[in-house]
């Protein structure tokens, strides 16, 4: 027992899935009495089961669909700056053993074992996203303890997203510590990124897409690409360094390309990259108007499907995205297309992309399936956790 406010699940709630590891609870799983809607979001609490035996500590918000994060197993968990130092070592274990150099993502929120945060490291700047209201309450001591246990200097806040809002926290980002004048150089799969910290989208760079971009590149070696959706210019970028004749980026955001531009530049690729800036869909009819054809299309659109409210529509858009990519694809050549979406699992994105690809009059095979990298860790209770979802396809005449 602790002494804290005590939350408990209702009688007809299970209560086994969170004594095996089931991280969220939802508001409709709990008692939301008078007494429960008055703990300050944020607050720890001690969850109990409708027995009253204890589940452990979570983070709690009357306000938020998920209104408990579970925390720790012991009730009386202090969460404090050791606490977060504990997590943080275990993730950065993790991290250094996957990868040479210190740019990754080093909390991948429930998956690392801290609900709702999400840190990105860059060398020795680091960009953290506490998207849940225990975190933001908790943030200087977060803070402390990850430069405390990566020695980083620079450490940045990030608290723009759908996620927040819906955590009911407002959108407050800048600099914890530390001076950032520019963005910052990351080195990956042979080429150079440069990401904005302070004013990019998300935390400055998708690192989640790595493992893609890699396979992606080895696809492009002496073909002309096209990389639709190019935010940064993670497939271009990737693709010129393994050897494309040329990359075309496509992006509705002048600073975004503007940084692909340099990356360009920082990898000796330059002459071999072209940036355009305009609507994904506008450009690529453009682009098919005016026969070109590319020997690998990559699309990476942004999540066209965010929520289960918005799966029939994103799932439209995404066939349409593979009808226009397949439209541009030489004989014999690649399309790559990715989803964010965690509303539209695999099936339903493989069904509605090829759906398109058979209306571009092409035919294809699925030469693999790919989705986020190893430092984005997959929850096992948790279906949102594996959100990132890329198709390969070697299409025919």
Same mark, same amino acid.
């Given at each position: 027992?602790?002494?804290?406010?005590?939350?408990?699940?209702?009688?007809?709630?299970?209560?086994?899935?969170?004594?095996?590891?089931?991280?969220?609870?939802?508001?409709?799983?709990?008692?939301?009495?008078?007494?429960?809607?008055?703990?300050?979001?944020?607050?720890?609490?001690?969850?109990?089961?409708?027995?009253?035996?204890?589940?452990?500590?979570?983070?709690?918000?009357?306000?938020?669909?998920?209104?408990?994060?579970?925390?720790?197993?012991?009730?009386?968990?202090?969460?404090?700056?050791?606490?977060?130092?504990?997590?943080?070592?275990?993730?950065?274990?993790?991290?250094?053993?996957?990868?040479?150099?210190?740019?990754?993502?080093?909390?991948?929120?429930?998956?690392?074992?801290?609900?709702?945060?999400?840190?990105?490291?860059?060398?020795?700047?680091?960009?953290?996203?506490?998207? &849940?209201?225990?975190?933001?309450?908790?943030?200087?001591?977060?803070?402390?303890?990850?430069?405390?246990?990566?020695?980083?200097?620079?450490?940045?806040?990030?608290?723009?997203?759908?996620?927040?809002?819906?955590?009911?926290?407002?959108?407050?980002?800048?600099?914890?510590?530390?001076?950032?004048?520019?963005?910052?150089?990351?080195?990956?799969?042979? &080429?150079?990124?440069?990401?904005?910290?302070?004013?990019?989208?998300?935390?400055?760079?998708?690192?989640?897409?790595?493992?893609?971009? &890699?396979?992606?590149?080895?696809?492009?070696?002496?073909?002309?690409?096209?990389?639709?959706?190019?935010?940064?210019?993670?497939?271009?970028?990737?693709?010129?360094?393994?050897?494309?004749?040329?990359?075309?980026?496509?992006?509705?955001?002048?600073?975004?390309?503007?940084?692909?531009?340099?990356?360009?530049?920082?990898?000796?690729?330059?002459?071999?990259?072209?940036?355009?800036?305009?609507?994904?869909?506008?450009?690529?009819?453009?682009?098919?108007?005016?026969?070109?054809?590319?020997?690998?299309?990559?699309?990476?659109?942004?999540?066209?499907?965010?929520?289960?409210?918005?799966?029939?529509?994103?799932?439209?858009?995404?066939?349409?995205?593979?009808?226009?990519?397949?439209?541009?694809?030489?004989?014999?050549?690649?399309?790559?297309?990715?989803?964010?979406?965690?509303?539209?699992?695999?099936?339903?994105?493989?069904?509605?992309?090829?759906?398109?690809?058979?209306?571009?009059?092409?035919?294809?095979?699925?030469?693999?399936?790919?989705?986020?990298?190893?430092?984005?860790?997959?929850?096992?209770?948790?279906?949102?956790?594996?959100?990132?979802?890329?198709?390969?396809?070697?299409?025919?005449?």
């Amino acid at each position: 027992m602790s002494d804290r406010p005590v939350v408990r699940l209702l009688p007809k709630t299970a209560a086994q899935p969170f004594r095996f590891g089931a991280p969220w609870v939802y508001a409709d799983q709990i008692v939301l009495d008078r007494r429960t809607r008055a703990i300050p979001a944020g607050s720890i609490v001690e969850l109990q089961d409708g027995e009253q035996r204890t589940l452990g500590a979570a983070g709690f918000n009357a306000g938020s669909k998920i209104a408990l994060r579970l925390l720790d197993r012991d009730p009386a968990a202090v969460v404090d700056r050791s606490w977060f130092e504990a997590r943080l070592s275990r993730a950065l274990s993790l991290r250094e053993a996957l990868f040479d150099a210190p740019c990754y993502r080093l909390v991948h929120a429930e998956a690392d074992d801290l609900p709702g945060v999400v840190i990105d490291r860059f060398g020795d700047a680091a960009v953290i996203q506490p998207n &849940a209201a225990w975190a933001e309450a908790n943030l200087a001591a977060l803070a402390e303890a990850l430069q405390a246990v990566t020695g980083v200097s620079i450490v940045v806040k990030n608290a723009a997203g759908r996620a927040r809002g819906l955590e009911g926290l407002p959108e407050e980002s800048g600099l914890l510590s530390g001076a950032l004048a520019a963005p910052v150089p990351v080195p990956m799969n042979g &080429a150079t990124y440069f990401a904005d910290l302070l004013g990019g989208q998300k935390t400055g760079l998708f690192y989640d897409q790595r493992p893609n971009h &890699a396979f992606a590149a080895r696809l492009a070696r002496g073909r002309a690409m096209l990389d639709v959706f190019a935010h940064v210019g993670g497939f271009a970028l990737a693709g010129l360094a393994a050897g494309a004749t040329l990359a075309l980026a496509i992006d509705g955001s002048a600073p975004a390309l503007a940084l692909a531009e340099a990356g360009a530049e920082a990898s000796g690729v330059a002459d071999r990259f072209t940036a355009r800036k305009g609507d994904a869909f506008d450009t690529m009819t453009a682009l098919a108007g005016e026969g070109a054809r590319f020997g690998l299309v990559v699309c990476d659109p942004p999540a066209f499907a965010p929520s289960k409210s918005a799966l029939e529509a994103g799932l439209r858009a995404y066939e349409r995205v593979a009808r226009l990519g397949a439209a541009l694809v030489e004989p014999g050549g690649f399309l790559v297309l990715c989803s964010c979406s965690h509303a539209a699992d695999l099936a339903r994105f493989r069904e509605a992309s090829l759906r398109g690809v058979g209306k571009a009059g092409r035919t294809a095979r699925i030469l693999a399936t790919g989705g986020a990298g190893p430092d984005h860790p997959t929850h096992p209770y948790l279906a949102e956790s594996a959100y990132l979802k890329a198709l390969f396809l070697r299409l025919g005449p």
